[in-house]
Structure formats: structure tokens, C-alpha cells
């Protein structure tokens, strides 16, 4: 079992950038896939960007590629989402989650707001 802590949200002007973390705690951390998700108010939760184990292999849900880069540091046992060109739609809570052997986790979320 894994359980994660995210951190790094806040307030962000629109086109302004943030990095979140997402500290996994467990063993055998390079073993997950690590996503993230993300749920605006009033609207489901959806996809941004996974990484895979090694962290050479990355996926992006279409709106957000070329604006968000996930990358995970192994030795620290943490993932980062960097995310660039924030627009006011971007507004939500970010959620870290870790998927093994059919099995998924998730964080608490961290809060990001985009002002106009």
C-alpha cells in the first residue's frame, strides 16, 4: 500500500506557472504508475498526465499537452506535475494517484486557483 500527500497548490495568476508535489510514502514507489487527476467544481474528475515506473514514458490528456510535464524523482519517492500557461479553467483540485497491480490510490488533493 502507498499513500500520498500533495502539496503545492495555491492562487496563480492566468497565464502564470506552478509545480505541485506529490510525496508517496510505502514501499517499492518505481513500481507505480503515478497520475494525476483533477475535479473543477461541479464537474467529474479527469485525467492530466501519468508517468510510468522508470518515468521514460509519459501520457497527457490533449488540452493539457504542451502546457503541463509530469516528471518523478525515484530516490525521492515524488512526483511533480510542472504546469505552464495556467488558464482560469484550470481552476480545481489537483489529485495525485498511484495505480499497482490493478490497484489504485489516491491523495487528499491540493487546491489550484487561476485568476483572469
Known amino acids: 500500500q502507498v499513500q500520498l500527500v500533495e502539496s503545492g497548490g495555491g492562487l496563480v495568476q492566468a497565464g502564470g506557472s506552478l509545480r505541485l508535489s506529490c510525496a508517496a510514502s510505502g514501499r517499492h514507489f518505481s513500481n507505480y504508475v503515478m497520475c494525476w487527476f483533477r475535479q473543477a467544481p461541479g464537474k467529474g474528475r479527469e485525467f492530466v498526465a501519468a508517468i510510468n515506473g522508470k518515468g521514460d514514458s509519459t501520457d497527457y490528456a490533449d488540452s493539457r499537452k504542451g502546457r503541463f510535464t509530469i516528471s518523478r524523482d525515484n530516490a525521492k519517492n515524488t512526483v511533480y506535475p510542472q504546469m505552464n500557461s495556467l488558464k482560469p479553467d484550470d481552476t480545481a483540485v489537483y489529485f495525485c494517484?498511484?495505480?499497482?497491480?490493478?490497484?489504485?490510490?489516491w491523495g487528499q488533493g491540493t487546491q489550484v486557483t487561476v485568476s483572469s
Open positions: 494517484s498511484a495505480v499497482r497491480l490493478g490497484y489504485r490510490y
